[in-house]
């Protein structure tokens, strides 16, 4: 099969959650500045692009998704001309850029926003929002029985426009109205702004939120989470807005653009990136496997299974292959770290942080690596819930105190699964404050900094961070590893993780032990094959190792 080849497929994306990435002025809080001191460090570990979550002005309330000014920077990361000289530090080293760009709603302190509170019928920003009146005897009574993703109602009342606006997140993150094509219009400028100025490409965040149903219908009253999302998920207008920001706005570049979607299947994916003259965007996140170890949301461990790992991943091989292209990752800003849920942190840290890597890098699809991922970072555990910054962190905690749950157990749900494992500072050295930060660090740093750091791990060969930096290489080099179609083998197995890639002749044989027993494998015995990478230096005949990792290339 013939697959169309071009450069976000063969690239490795970093991604970079910069208020814990590096503190290059001293007040605790990762910038735009620190980001220039380490690009260098990303140059030698050889990803080929960086994606930036919010860096735009923000009251961070959801710490940077909800946006104030979509063409500037909020002043703790720096200035438009600190990112100007990050954007050219990038471009020097060839390491391209992607924003995350969040248009299904803004801050409650964006321009829009407070102009459209005013209201008028000579308000040209009168219906960028949804404002609806209250209903009842008093006019008060929410306009539909919608409920937040952060819990809650999905609309708050507005004293000066004395009517409610909807809120699909939290209260300061309104819904911007894109069926009012000025609002769509703004959102095309934005795309041009930031493409003009050089950037390469947009993570689009709940990007399938942004038409909602006529009339805002109440959805189902026995919905206990996210009432109403049948009315505003892939909405009736969905596609033909992504229709005209492609070709109105970022299809006139050379940019790669990637959504992010709750709720999200192959089937579905494949109605938005399936390649062709009606494809929305060219890649979808989705988090069918990040529930590989609980039910809906990590705070409800349930245990690893790597049976439902594997069958989640060879599913999106098998549809996406040869009509689409697949996102693959194994942890980001949203999720506690993978080698603390999916691998052994305490006795086999490196061999599981290893066979992690190993089994996403070879699927097919973009692998993207989160910041600290490289070095094996683990999960926090937060144990109080003062130490908790995430406002999802406190929507969840009193969620469970509602139902009754005791605060040892809640607690204990919450210190596994909360955003906040995934937001502690990345661990650069052994030095105070893992070296993040001179000053006070504005959330706790993970206290196996000493251990787990980026000097470490740079200097020792054997390390993490170059089994990641030799992952990188291979797929530069290799092109069976980015087009090479997808089989899966021993998927009936509940500890090996094991697949080829095939392509032109060539068979790649990836085999990867996910327990800490050693399993009989002999997928990687041709004595005539090359062996690729292994986390072991000497293997057992017809055996892997506890959590080895092995790859071959037979020609």
Known sequence: MDIKKCWYKEMTVYQIWPRSFKDGNGDGIGDLKGVLEKLDYLKWLGIDAIWFSPVYKSPQCDFGYDIADYRNIAPEYGTLDDFKAVLKGCKERGIKVIMDLVVNHTSTEHEWFQKSRMGGDDNPYKDYYFWRKGTGK???GYPNN???????PAWTWDDERKEYYLHLFAVGQPDLNHDNPKVRQEVIDIYKYWLDMGVDGFR????TYISKEEGLPNGNPLSPVMRGVTHYNRGPHLHEYLQQFKNEGWGKYDCMTVGEAPGMTPDIALEFIKEGDKQDLNMMFHFQHMEADCIGNACVHTGFKLKKL???MSTWQDKMYGVAWNANYMENHDQ?????RFGDEKRYHDLSAKVLANSYFFLSGTPFVYQGQEIGMTS?????????????AFCTHDIMKKLGLPEKLAMKMLAYGSRDNARTPMQWDDSRNAGFTTGTPWINVNPNYPKIN????VADPDSVFHYYQKLIRLRHTLPVIVYGKFEGLLEDSETIYAYRRLLDGQVLTVACNFTDQEQACDLCEDPAARELISNYKTHKTGTLQPYEARVILQK
């Open 336 to 340: 506690p770290r993978s080698v603390s």
């Open 204 to 207: 689009e965040d709940v990007i």
């Open 454 to 457: 980026a000097q470490a791990a």
């Open 310 to 312: 594997k069958k989640v």
């Open 146 to 152: 919608w409920t937040s993703s952060f819990p809650g």
């Open 138 to 140: 008093d006019g008060k």
């Open 380 to 392: 926090i555990y937060l144990k109080n819930i003062r130490d908790y910054v995430d406002v999802a």
